[in-house]
């Protein structure tokens, strides 16, 4: 069988921020696993992952926390090849998509930051529409761009300043180690 035809950005490479979110089935092995698999997408390279954080869920009703963090990786994956990409790690991990938006999920993958495009079409709004009011997302960021500018919106650092982080926890390495060890079994 051919692999699908993947568009690849021949001229450049571009530095690309993705935030994982996960509260279902072991969220801190969803996170780290979906590192791994961000690190073998094809054309791509992990540059960069930040430390994971708790965080209680937005979302309607009653849910678990979530585990949070953001990746930084170089790609030749142009933007709406990568977003398949995404979405593909997201059903191989047990993501299930209905109709209401917010519901707990085994992994979530936002395309954050696609070099300094501004990307707005049907499938993809670049910078993420959401981010500058989530900290969850801010606050790794930061720990792994503490230079970084959003397009249209300023630097990350003033944008962590304009919402509250009280309610982020950050996962202690040890745990994050017994948890990638249990993953790699
Ligand atoms: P969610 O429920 O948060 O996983 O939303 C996924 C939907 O948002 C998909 O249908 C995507 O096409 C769309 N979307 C728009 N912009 C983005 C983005 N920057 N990153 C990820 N998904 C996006």
Redesign the pocket.
């Given at each position: 069988m051919t692999a699908p035809a993947v568009r690849v950005d021949t001229t450049s490479a571009s530095i690309v921020y993705i935030a994982i979110g996960s509260n279902l089935e072991r969220p801190v092995q969803q996170v780290l696993q979906a590192r791994d698999a961000l690190a073998g997408l094809p054309e791509t390279r992990l540059l960069g992952f930040s430390p994971l954080y708790r965080n209680p869920a937005v979302g309607p009703g009653q849910q678990p926390e979530y585990v949070n963090a953001v990746a930084a990786v170089r790609t030749r994956l142009a933007p709406h090849d990568l977003?398949d990409a995404?979405?593909a790690i997201?059903a191989n991990q047990g993501?299930v998509?209905g109709p209401v938006?917010?519901l707990p999920?085994t992994l979530?993958?936002?395309?954050?930051l696609y070099g300094d495009r501004e990307?707005n079409d049907?499938?993809?709004?670049?910078?993420?529409?959401r981010m500058q009011q989530r900290a969850f997302v801010l606050k790794p960021l930061l720990d792994i761009a503490p230079d970084l500018d959003v397009p249209g919106l300023g630097s990350v650092t003033t944008l962590l300043c304009a919402v509250s982080e009280a309610s982020l926890e950050r996962i202690d390495e040890s745990e994050a180690v017994t948890a990638s060890r249990e993953h790699a079994r």
């Open positions: 977003l995404l979405q997201e993501r998509r938006r917010g999920r979530d993958l936002d395309l954050l990307i049907q499938r993809l709004t670049v910078p993420h529409p």
